[in-house]
Nanobody, 119 residues
């Protein structure tokens, strides 16, 4: 059974920092690209950051220079370090794992963790 369990969300003031963690089980972690997505109230889910099996990273323009994604294969965990947080970063953050098989892919999602940036 595949499980992606996020943690680390919470309430933080503008300018503050949080680190999200996503622990994966039931998959061969090393062959999956890992990502973080977020969904704010009334908005579509959007990509925040991804890290490939080879360690290549990609970020949404809105978080470049503030967020850092990393992965620890020994712990089967992906992290999202979020600095200089803004009110517009408020959202539910979801962990995603994706493996490409030819023209198709297999993806799994976590249950989400709430991040609220407010004074």
């Amino acid at each position: 059974q595949v499980q992606l369990v996020e943690s680390g969300g919470g309430l933080v003031q503008p300018g503050g920092s949080l680190r999200l963690s996503c622990a994966a089980s039931g998959i061969i972690f090393s062959i999956y690209d890992m990502g973080w997505y977020r969904q704010a109230p009334g908005k579509q889910r959007e990509l925040v950051a991804i890290i490939t099996t080879g360690g290549t990273t990609n970020y949404a323009d809105s978080v470049k220079g503030r967020f850092t994604i990393s992965r620890d294969s020994a712990e089967n965990t992906v992290y999202l370090q979020m600095n200089s947080l803004k009110a517009e970063d408020t959202a539910v953050y979801y962990c995603n794992s994706r493996r490409y098989i030819g023209a198709s892919s297999v993806a799994y999602w976590g249950q989400g963790t709430q991040v609220t940036v407010s004074s």
